[in-house]
């Protein structure tokens, strides 16, 4: 592919990730403000030789994504908040059957309806305990277009190699912002590959070491696999009356992602080397936050940021290492205040966590964050 | 093992979840033998929702997805749509097809797309232990109806005609040549095809609604219950009250199928 620039909105920046990441199968349902990313995917897929269909319900929609996946396809699905919910069930039972697959939330206000046009960071624990049970995602959040474009790749790329859904969280703000997205000439795509074992000799979750799966034996390749989303055996058996066979199926389906994170890692800091402050932000509140880091330092004020472009699973250490030395950390979210006491888990007592919630819809400005700097 | 079990059962995941004397093990009986006859077990991609029937294609050694409850017809339309050239069938439950599942049942008929579907009918939850279902008669006993069913019961064919389905039949697990031979053509039919296939269940059914547990009488009660589609045609509303209709309710060689409509569009958008 040759290099180019364009000027795009976020959801469709999504579209053109997923295309490119190898999507060939979207299953949606329209919902503000995610609608844009099932309308360009059902003008775009059938050019690329994919499938783009519209389902009665989000229930429908991550339902036949899981079957389209073990059909053959890269498959995805976009929604916001009521219909997140409604996927609920279909994202544990992709957690839980090791399907890869990719789950679009464009971040909406409000519990229920709520505001359907307006923007928030209110989902960022659904995407992590949504459904019931225990399990692991991965959750990646962009900032900007281009972020919306690579990360959409890498929720791709990141769901085939750890056969999990994967959540992508732009919030409204970045969905719908229009801007300028540099479009790579090459670019790494992690293709889903079968297992090295002929089908007589596998066994569809018996896991590597690292804890992870060989291949996937789709559909119609002669592996004859049994996926049940009753926990199981290694062979996909039912073994949901086995504590001991259970237990560690769902500690594996856990492990497998949090065992990972150092690998998953994905963060950006900003001027946190001396600093005192930093902010810790993530999603369009993440721009907002750089722009407050700037006039502080214009200020004299030595203040640095760490933008979070991985949510789920949580960089602990990462993060404890970056506000080592900090007096205060800050966390500017759209929502109640979720993140930060991610942040308050992994500190210890003697440094000030912040938290500076926005409910409402509106983006905390610059000014708002360089006050919470110098207060 | 019956050579047909020998070749095509799953026999980690015996023995089967059915009670002794269920329906369910005659209706995966035609299936397999169907199979069987057409040699396309290489073919199959299977999938099941949740509940006794569902539990059918478990059994089976093929590609199977055992979905989520009602999710069976939604998850089936991805696999079709991934790879049209696999032949997709459902294993249905009355509960988890009309209930839960009603609005993917309705339009995945309406959509017509290329799957078999096989609501195994039961008229009851048997699984959790015997409650009403959308097919549970009125006025009929069951754990959650102990002043007997208040509501109506839904035709699931009936509503499988309206929505669009272009292959639709109704046989009972007392009729297992019927239903294997309607096995056959629903697998033949290029479209959405439903099977109700009638089903007894002795342990909850039988016991709560039909005053036994023993299969025999409970065949015997589907059996005399029954008449054929031609039968029917010539017998008032009154006299088919309580009746099973059984046969070819319907079919549709001319309205278009779904995979089939969006492939086409790939190679000239």
Known sequence: MKEDVVIVQGNEACVMGAIRAGCRFFAGYPITPATEIAEIMSHELPKNQGVFVQMEDEIASISAIIGATWGGMKACTATSGPGFSLMQEGIGYAAETETPCVVIDVMRGGPSTGQPTKSSQQDVMQAKYGSHGDYEIIALCPSSVQEAYELTIKAFNLAEQYRVPVILLPDEIVGHTREKLLIPASIHITERSLPSKAPDQYKPYEPLPSGLLDGMPVFGKGYKTLVDGQLHDAHGIRAGHDAEVSGKLMERLCKKITDHTDDLVDVESHFTEDADTIVIAYGSVARSAFAAVKQAREQGIKAGILKLKILWPFPDDTIRETIREAKQVIVPEMNIGKISREIERITRDDKKIVSLPKLGGNLHTPGEIVDAIRR | ?269
């Open chain 2, 1 to 269: 093992m019956h050579p047909i079990a020998e070749k095509y059962l799953r026999k980690r995941a015996l023995p089967s979840i059915f009670c002794s004397g269920c329906g369910h093990g005659t209706v995966l009986n035609a299936f397999l033998r169907v199979v069987d006859k057409l040699g396309i077990i290489d073919e199959l991609s299977l999938v099941g929702g949740i509940g006794c029937s569902s539990w059918a294609p478990v059994f089976i050694k093929a590609d199977v997805l055992h979905m989520l409850h009602g999710r069976a017809i939604a998850a089936a339309t991805g696999l079709k749509l991934a790879n049209p050239k696999r032949k997709v069938v459902v294993f249905t439950g009355d509960g988890d097809c009309t209930g839960i599942g009603g609005n993917h049942f309705l339009h995945g008929a309406r959509r017509n797309i290329d799957l078999t579907v096989i609501m195994l009918n039961n008229g009851i939850y048997g699984m959790t232990g015997g409650q009403m279902a959308p097919t549970t008669p009125t006025d009929a006993k069951t754990q959650t109806s102990p002043y007997g069913n208040m509501e109506p019961n839904l035709d699931a064919c009936a509503v499988a005609i309206s929505a669009g389905a272009t292959y639709v039949s109704r046989w009972t697990s007392a009729h297992p040549s019927g239903l294997a031979r309607s096995i056959e053509q629903a697998l033949g039919h290029k479209g959405f095809s439903f099977i109700d296939a009638v089903s007894q269940c002795p342990t909850q059914a039988g016991r709560y609604m039909h005053g036994t547990a023993d299969p025999a009488t409970l065949l015997n009660m589907i059996k005399e219950s029954s008449v054929t589609k031609a039968k029917a045609e010539k017998m008032s509303a009154d006299a088919l009250k309580d009746k099973i209709v059984v046969g070819k309710l319907h079919e549709d060689k001319e309205r278009p199928e779904l995979s089939d409509r969006l492939y086409s569009i790939m190679h000239d958008a």
